[in-house]
Every structure is written in structure tokens, then in C-alpha cells.
């Protein structure tokens, strides 16, 4: 998770996993468990298959 300076906040998966669905929950909160601000975040995710990588951002409107 990066804020809107480019800066890395949190990690909240690293490493391969298994193939089909997973669900990855953000508490608002940097990587030593610090509330953080409301605001605009951004999550990376990538993606690596029998197709190819791929990474995908979405957008994360935090209201505090």
C-alpha cells in the first residue's frame, strides 16, 4: 500500500501463493500498526501465471 507521495505504508502479502481466490484486508494502518490519516491510497498487486505477470493498482479512499 503507497500514500500519494509514492511512499510504501504497509505490505500486506509477500511471497507466492496458492492458485484461486484470496482476500487481503488493510486496517488503515502503516506497517508498525499506526493509524494513518484519512486520504488517497494506492494498492499494488501483481499477478504472476501461465499467461505472464501482471500488476494492478486500485485506488483506496480511506475516511477516517
Excluded: P, Y
Aim: glycine share 12%; hydrophobic share 40%; aromatic share 8%.
Amino acid at each position: 500500500v503507497f500514500d500519494m507521495t509514492g511512499r510504501e505504508v504497509d505490505v500486506l502479502e509477500q511471497g507466492t501463493l496458492e492458485e484461486g481466490l484470496h482476500q487481503l484486508k488493510w486496517e488503515g494502518t502503516d506497517r508498525s500498526g499506526r493509524k494513518l490519516a484519512s486520504g488517497i491510497f494506492f494498492c499494488n498487486i501483481s499477478v504472476h501465471g501461465k499467461r505472464g505477470a501482471k500488476v494492478f493498482t486500485r485506488k483506496i479512499l480511506l475516511v477516517r
